[in-house]
């Protein structure tokens, strides 16, 4: 339900050039996961991907 409210905010995941964009929702959950818990970007769990570009 919350998913549906925030997506249509979010950037198209087809991007004009460059590479594609990650999963917009793993990136949403890594940055709540990672001010839930108070955890350096280092240290995301691997399940959200690289922490560089979630914290890009």
């Not at 998913?3 to 917009?24: F, N, Q, Y």
């Not at 996961?33 to 970007?41: E, N």
């Amino acid at each position: 339900m919350q998913w549906a409210r925030i997506e249509p905010l979010l950037p198209d995941r087809t991007p004009k050039r460059g590479g594609r964009w990650r999963d917009h929702r793993q990136v949403i959950d890594a940055i709540a996961f990672k001010y839930r818990t108070g955890t350096p970007w280092t240290d995301l769990p691997e399940r959200f991907g690289s922490w560089k570009g979630t914290y890009r």
